[in-house]
Protein backbone atom coordinates (compact mmCIF):
# COMPACT_ATOMS: atom_id res chain seq x y z
CA UNK A 1 0.00 0.00 0.00
CA UNK A 2 1.45 3.23 -1.10
CA UNK A 3 -0.12 6.18 1.09
CA UNK A 4 0.69 9.91 -0.37
CA UNK A 5 -0.09 12.65 1.85
CA UNK A 6 -0.41 16.25 0.55
CA UNK A 7 -0.15 19.34 2.82
CA UNK A 8 0.47 23.34 2.07
CA UNK A 9 4.40 22.74 1.98
CA UNK A 10 4.91 18.88 2.69
CA UNK A 11 7.08 19.58 5.59
CA UNK A 12 4.56 19.69 8.24
CA UNK A 13 2.99 16.32 7.37
CA UNK A 14 6.48 15.04 7.75
CA UNK A 15 5.70 14.09 11.56
CA UNK A 16 3.02 11.96 10.78
CA UNK A 17 4.63 10.39 8.27
CA UNK A 18 6.78 8.75 10.58
CA UNK A 19 4.08 8.55 12.95
CA UNK A 20 2.23 6.49 10.40
CA UNK A 21 5.27 4.46 8.97
CA UNK A 22 5.86 3.67 12.78
CA UNK A 23 2.41 2.12 13.43
CA UNK A 24 2.79 0.06 9.85
CA UNK A 25 5.59 -1.48 11.22
CA UNK A 26 4.44 -2.36 14.52
CA UNK A 27 1.22 -4.00 13.05
CA UNK A 28 3.57 -5.69 10.50
CA UNK A 29 1.75 -3.41 7.36
CA UNK A 30 4.33 -3.14 4.44
CA UNK A 31 3.62 0.30 3.12
CA UNK A 32 4.99 3.70 1.90
CA UNK A 33 4.04 6.75 3.22
CA UNK A 34 5.26 10.18 2.01
CA UNK A 35 4.20 13.61 2.03
CA UNK A 36 4.61 16.43 -1.17
CA UNK A 37 3.13 19.66 -1.52
CA UNK A 38 0.11 20.51 -3.18
CA UNK A 39 1.94 21.57 -6.34
CA UNK A 40 3.72 18.00 -6.88
CA UNK A 41 1.59 16.23 -5.67
CA UNK A 42 -0.79 15.59 -8.95
CA UNK A 43 2.76 14.57 -10.29
CA UNK A 44 2.59 11.88 -7.37
CA UNK A 45 -0.80 10.33 -7.32
CA UNK A 46 0.60 7.35 -9.93
CA UNK A 47 3.15 6.10 -7.51
CA UNK A 48 -0.01 6.22 -4.90
CA UNK A 49 -2.66 3.99 -3.71
CA UNK A 50 -4.37 6.64 -1.38
CA UNK A 51 -3.62 10.22 -1.44
CA UNK A 52 -4.70 11.77 2.02
CA UNK A 53 -5.16 15.64 1.96
CA UNK A 54 -4.18 17.75 5.13
CA UNK A 55 -6.99 20.04 6.63
CA UNK A 56 -4.74 23.07 5.82
CA UNK A 57 -5.31 22.34 1.95
CA UNK A 58 -9.04 20.78 2.16
CA UNK A 59 -10.31 23.34 -0.42
CA UNK A 60 -8.42 21.56 -2.84
CA UNK A 61 -10.50 18.32 -2.22
CA UNK A 62 -12.93 18.56 -5.24
CA UNK A 63 -9.86 19.08 -7.76
CA UNK A 64 -7.73 16.25 -5.83
CA UNK A 65 -11.09 13.60 -6.09
CA UNK A 66 -11.37 14.49 -9.95
CA UNK A 67 -7.82 13.52 -10.72
CA UNK A 68 -8.34 10.26 -7.82
CA UNK A 69 -11.12 9.44 -9.95
CA UNK A 70 -9.56 9.29 -13.33
CA UNK A 71 -6.91 7.38 -11.62
CA UNK A 72 -8.74 5.09 -9.24
CA UNK A 73 -7.52 6.34 -6.19
CA UNK A 74 -9.64 7.42 -3.31
CA UNK A 75 -9.16 11.06 -2.45
CA UNK A 76 -10.42 12.19 1.18
CA UNK A 77 -9.26 14.57 4.10
CA UNK A 78 -7.32 13.72 7.01
CA UNK A 79 -9.07 14.26 10.30
CA UNK A 80 -8.44 17.36 11.87
CA UNK A 81 -7.61 16.36 14.97
CA UNK A 82 -6.10 13.27 14.04
CA UNK A 83 -3.47 15.98 12.22
CA UNK A 84 -3.27 18.15 14.75
CA UNK A 85 -2.22 15.45 17.31
CA UNK A 86 -0.33 13.78 14.77
CA UNK A 87 -2.19 10.17 15.17
CA UNK A 88 -0.14 8.36 12.74
CA UNK A 89 -2.36 4.95 14.19
CA UNK A 90 -4.96 6.40 13.54
CA UNK A 91 -4.45 7.95 10.18
CA UNK A 92 -3.48 5.03 8.81
CA UNK A 93 -6.41 3.05 10.16
CA UNK A 94 -8.38 5.77 8.00
CA UNK A 95 -5.63 4.78 4.99
CA UNK A 96 -6.50 0.88 5.55
CA UNK A 97 -10.01 1.43 5.42
CA UNK A 98 -10.16 3.51 1.67
CA UNK A 99 -7.40 0.89 0.66
CA UNK A 100 -10.24 -1.46 1.67
CA UNK A 101 -12.83 -0.35 0.08
CA UNK A 102 -10.67 0.29 -3.70
CA UNK A 103 -10.30 -3.30 -3.48
CA UNK A 104 -13.85 -4.16 -2.77
CA UNK A 105 -14.72 -1.72 -5.36
Known sequence: MNILLCCSVG???SLLVSKMKKSAFNQG???KI???SVDIALKQM????I?????QVRYMLPQ???????RGIPVE????LHYGTVNGNAVLSFAKQLYSS???G
Open 29 to 31: IEC
Open 64 to 70: FKQAGKE
Open 51 to 55: LLLGP
Open 77 to 80: VINM
Open 102 to 104: KEE
Open 46 to 49: DKAD
Open 11 to 13: MSS
Open 34 to 36: WAV
